[in-house]
C-alpha cells in the first residue's frame, strides 16, 4: 500500500501546529529553510544513496566515501552553496569523511592560531581545498594526557626549521581521521624544542604527501589503523598511524598567534595562556553537543513512529494494542524524546556561549575561558553518553526489528558511540568539570563572586538550608521549584566534596581519591545547566499555535525523568523527601499521558527525510511490513535458493546423517 499514510491518524491528534515546531528545532525559519532544501537536495540524487554500506567491503566502501565526498564538493561547487548551506548539506550526506577533520578541525585551528601571514598563505588553499588537513594531536600512547605527547619539533638554527621526529614506538600519531589515506597535509602537535629547552606541545602545519601523486614524503609513515566496531559505520573514515623520521619543515609552518621562535631561536611567548591551544577542542566540542541532539533524535523518531505501528496483544475492541499505548514504552521512550530537545536548547545556548568567548578572546578578555571550558567540556560528556544510551535503548524499544540493519540503528550506534571517547574521554572531561567547580567553590571563600552558569553558588547558603515545596504532583510543574531543587542538589553534591577534599593534606591526592564522587557533583552541574538553559528558553517568546505548551511538558519530563534517574542523589543530600520523589513519579507519569497524542507530530518536527533517518522502521508513511519483507530479498544471501558451500559442506553432512541412520 505505497503512497498511503498509516500514521494519518496519529498525525491528526497532535495539539500543535508541527510546521511552527520544526522552525523552534531548526532554529530559525532561516535555519529550517536551509536544512529542508539541503536535505531534500541530498534524498532527491540518486548519488548518495547509502541503504548498501553494510554490505561493501572496507575497499569498496571507502572508494565509495571518496566519491560521495567530492561529488558533494562538486554540487556546492556548481549550486555556490553558502558555508552554511555546505555544512547542512555534508551533514545529509550522512556519511563520516576525510572532509569532517578537513572543515571540522583543520580549518578552525588554523583560523585559531595562525596569524595573519599564516593564514593569508594557507586559508585560500584550504577553502578551495587545493590541500586537505587533519588533526593530528592523539599518539599511540597519549590521547587524554595533551601534556604527555611525545613528538618532538626541535628547531634548528643552522636552517632555519623545525626538525619533526617521533622517538618512540608510542609517539606514533594514531587515530586522525582523514590522516591514513586522504590528507596532504597535517595539524601535528609536538613538542617544541629550541635552545635545548622543552616548552610543551605546540601546533605545526606540516605536508605530508605530495600534491602531485599524493605519495608519502620522505621521512614520514603513513597508514591506515584498521577496521574499526561495526561494519560499514566509521569504517568510511581512514583514520591513520603517521611516524616521522627527522622530517624538516620551515620555521614559519609553527602556528604562532600565542607563542612563536625567533630566528636567532628564542622562544617569545604573547600574554595569551598557553590554553588557547586547546581552543579547537572546545570548538569541536560545543559542535558535538548540537550534534547528539540530532543523533537521538534520528533513533527517537524511528522508535517512535516503529512505535504506532507495531501492536502485541489484545485490547478489549479486538484489535491490538499498539506498543507506544505501553506505560512501559513510554516511560522509556518519552524521556528520550524529551532529551533531544532539551539537548537541542542548550546547543544552541552553548552556540551563544562559544560566540561571546570568542568575541572576548579577540578583544585579549580571558575572564569567561575557564567557564566555557567547563561547559563545552561537561555537557559534552553528558550529551554524548545519554544519546550513546539513547540509540541502544532505541533499538531495545523496536524489539527484533531494530536489530536489522534495515532499521538504521545498528549503524546509528556503531557511528555515533565513539563520540563518548573522542574530543576528550567522558570521564576525563568530567574530572575537569570537577576542578572548575572546586576552583569555583574555594574563590567563593576568598570573596570573589561567581558568574554565568555557577552564580547559583553565590546563594549557597540559602541552598544549603532551603527545602523542597513540593506537596502535591503538580506542583511539580513549576519551573521555579524545579530550578531550585536542581541548584540544591548540585551545591550540596559540590560542598560535600569539597569538605571532603579539605580533610587531605595533599589536595592532588585527594582529588584522586574522590574522583568517582567529583565526576558525580560535575554530572549534576551540567544536568541543572541543561535543565535551566530549557527553562530560560522558555520564558522567551514562543509563538505557534500549542508549542509552548508542547515544549513546556518536554521539559518537565526531562528534569523529572533525570531527578528520577539520580533519586539517589537527590535523597541523599536530603534536597527533596521520599514522598516528594514518589510524587514526581505520579507527575511523570501522567505527562507521558499527555505526549501519547503528540509523540508522532513531535518527532516529525525533527523534518527528517527518509534518505537521512535510513531506516525502514521509522519511514514517514509507517508503512513497515512490506518494506521489510521486500528488504530481505536483497540480501545478496538470496540471490540464489542454494547457498555458496552447500555442495562443500553442508551436502556431505546431510549424506553423513543419512549414512548413519542407515547403519
Ligand atoms: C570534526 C568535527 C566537525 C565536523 C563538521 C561537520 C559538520 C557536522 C556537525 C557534527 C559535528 C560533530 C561530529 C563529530 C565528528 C567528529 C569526528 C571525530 C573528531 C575527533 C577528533 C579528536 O578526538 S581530536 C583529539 C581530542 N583530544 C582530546 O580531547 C584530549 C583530551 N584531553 C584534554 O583536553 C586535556 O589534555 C585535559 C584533559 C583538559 C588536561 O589538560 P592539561 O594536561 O593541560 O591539564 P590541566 O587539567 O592541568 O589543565 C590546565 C589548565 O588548562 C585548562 N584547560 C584545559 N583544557 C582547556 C581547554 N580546552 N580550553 C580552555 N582551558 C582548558 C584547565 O582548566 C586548567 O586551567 P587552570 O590551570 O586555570 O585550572
Ligand atoms: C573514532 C575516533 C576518532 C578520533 N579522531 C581523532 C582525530 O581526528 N585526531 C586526534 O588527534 N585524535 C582522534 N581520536 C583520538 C581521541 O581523541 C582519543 O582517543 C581520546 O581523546 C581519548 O584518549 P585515549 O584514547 O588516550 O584514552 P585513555 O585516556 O587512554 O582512556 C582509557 C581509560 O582511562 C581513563 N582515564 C584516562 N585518564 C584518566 C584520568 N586522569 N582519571 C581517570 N580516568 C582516566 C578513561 O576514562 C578511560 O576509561 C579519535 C578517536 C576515535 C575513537
Known amino acids: 500500500m505505497e503512497g498511503v499514510d498509516h500514521l494519518a491518524h496519529e498525525r491528526n491528534r497532535a495539539q500543535f501546529d508541527v510546521d511552527e515546531m520544526k522552525i523552534v528545532w531548526a532554529g530559525s525559519r532561516h535555519a529550517y529553510e536551509v536544512s529542508d532544501r539541503m536535505s531534500r537536495l541530498v534524498a532527491n540524487d540518486p548519488a548518495f544513496r547509502k541503504d548498501n554500506r553494510a554490505q561493501l567491503t572496507r575497499k569498496e566502501l571507502f572508494k565509495n566515501t571518496l566519491r560521495k565526498a567530492t561529488y558533494a564538493w562538486k554540487r556546492i561547487l556548481e549550486l555556490k552553496l553558502s558555508e552554511e548551506e555546505a555544512g547542512r548539506l555534508r551533514f545529509f550526506v550522512d556519511e563520516p569523511a576525510f572532509t569532517d577533520l578537513h572543515w571540522g578541525m583543520f580549518v578552525p585551528f588554523l583560523k585559531g592560531q595562525g596569524t595573519e601571514e599564516q593564514l593569508q598563505k594557507w586559508l585560500p588553499l584550504a577553502n578551495r581545498l587545493q590541500i586537505i588537513g587533519c588533526y593530528a594531536q592523539t599518539e599511540l600512547g597519549h590521547g587524554s594526557n595533551v601534556q604527555g605527547l611525545e613528538t618532538t619539533a626541535t628547531f634548528d638554527p643552522k636552517t632555519d626549521e623545525f626538525v619533526i621526529h617521533s622517538p618512540t614506538l608510542t609517539s606514533s600519531k594514531w587515530w586522525p581521521g582523514g590522516l591514513g589515506k586522504v590528507s596532504t597535509h597535517a595539524i601535528v602537535f609536538s613538542r617544541l624544542i629550541t635552545d635545548g629547552q ?11 604527501r605530495s600534491l602531485n601523486d599524493h605519495s608519502v614524503l620522505p621521512g614520514i609513515t603513513i597508514g591506515d589503523i584498521g577496521m574499526k566496531f561495526g561494519n560499514g559505520a566509521y569504517n568510511t573514515m581512514d583514520n591513520g598511524v603517521m611516524h616521522f623520521d627527522h622530517f624538516r619543515i620551515p620555521r614559519d609552518q609553527l602556528l604562532t598567534r600565542i607563542s612563536q621562535v625567533t630566528r636567532e631561536g628564542k622562544y617569545v611567548q604573547s600574554d595569551a595562556p598557553r590554553q588557547l591551544v586547546y581552543g579547537t577542542m572546545v570548538f569541536v566540542r560545543k559542535a558535538i553537543v548540537i550534534d547528539a541532539s540530532s543523533a537521538l533524535s534520528r533513533a527517537v523518531c524511528i522508535a517512535t513512529r516503529y512505535s504506532a505501528v507495531r501492536r502485541q496483544f489484545g485490547s478489549q475492541d479486538g484489535v491490538e494494542t499498539q506498543v507506544i499505548n505501553y506505560k512501559t514504552q513510554q516511560s522509556r521512550l518519552f524521556p528520550l524524546l524529551a532529551s533531544a530537545y532539551a539537548f537541542r536548547f542548550v546547543g544552541e545556548w552553548l ?24 561547559c563545552t567540556a561537561g555537557l559534552k560528556s553528558i ?13 531495545k524499544l523496536c524489539g527484533g526489528h531494530g536489530y536489522l540493519c534495515s532499521s538504521g540503528l545498528p549503524e546509528l550506534f556503531a557511528v555515533y558511540v565513539p563520540a563518548c571517547t573522542y574530543e576528550g574521554d567522558n570521564v576525563v572531561l568530567l574530572l575537569q568539570v570537577a576542578r572548575f567547580l572546586v ?6 571563600a576568598s570573596g570573589k563572586k561567581p558568574v554565568g552558569t555557577a552564580a547559583y553558588m553565590g546563594r549557597l547558603q540559602h541552598l544549603m538550608e532551603s527545602s523542597c515545596k513540593v506537596q502535591k504532583a503538580e506542583d511539580w510543574l513549576n519551573p521555579s521549584v524545579v530550578l531550585e531543587v536542581f541548584e540544591a542538589r548540585s551545591a550540596r553534591m559540590s560542598v560535600e566534596c569539597a569538605k571532603r577534599l579539605g580533610e587531605f593534606t595533599n589536595q592532588e591526592e585527594g582529588f584522586q581519591e574522590l574522583s568517582p564522587s567529583l565526576v558525580e557533583a560535575a554530572a549534576a552541574y551540567c ?3 541543561i535543565v535551566s538553559k530549557y527553562i530560560e528558553k522558555l520564558q522567551g517568546d514562543i509563538p505557534g499555535k500549542g508549542i509552548k505548551e508542547q515544549l513546556q511538558i518536554l521539559c518537565s519530563i526531562y528534569a523529572l525523568y533525570t531527578l528520577h534517574k539520580h533519586k539517589g542523589d537527590f535523597l541523599s543530600t536530603s534536597t527533596i523527601t521520599p514522598k516528594q520523589a514518589s510524587l514526581a513519579d505520579d507527575q511523570l507519569r501522567s505527562l507521558y499521558s499527555q505526549v501519547r497524542p503528540n509523540a508522532i507530530a513531535l518527532v516529525d518536527a525533527f523534518n527528517y527525510t527518509d534518505h537521512y533517518l535510513g531506516s525502514i522502521l521509522g519511514r514517514y508513511d509507517g508503512n513497515v511490513y512490506p518494506n521489510l519483507y521486500d528488504e530481505a530479498w536483497k540480501d545478496p544471501l538470496n540471490d540464489s535458493a542454494i547457498p555458496d558451500g552447500y555442495h562443500e559442506y553442508i551436502k556431505p553432512l546431510l549424506k553423513q546423517q543419512l549414512r548413519n541412520a542407515r547403519l
Do not use: N
Request: proline content about 2%.
Open 439 to 444: 576552583k569555583t567553590m574555594s574563590q567563593l
Open 383 to 395: 550529551t554524548t553518553a545519554a544519546t550513546a544510551d539513547g540509540i541502544e535503548e532505541c533499538r
Open 198 to 208: 622543552d616548552y610543551g606541545v605546540h601546533g605545526f602545519l606540516v605536508q605530508i
Open 351 to 374: 552556540q551563544w556561549l562559544y560566540t561571546d568567548v570568542t568575541q572576548r578572546l579577540a578583544a585579549s578578555d580571558f575572564s569567561t575561558l575557564p567557564e566555557a571550558h567547563a
Open 527 to 529: 544536568q541543572l545547566i
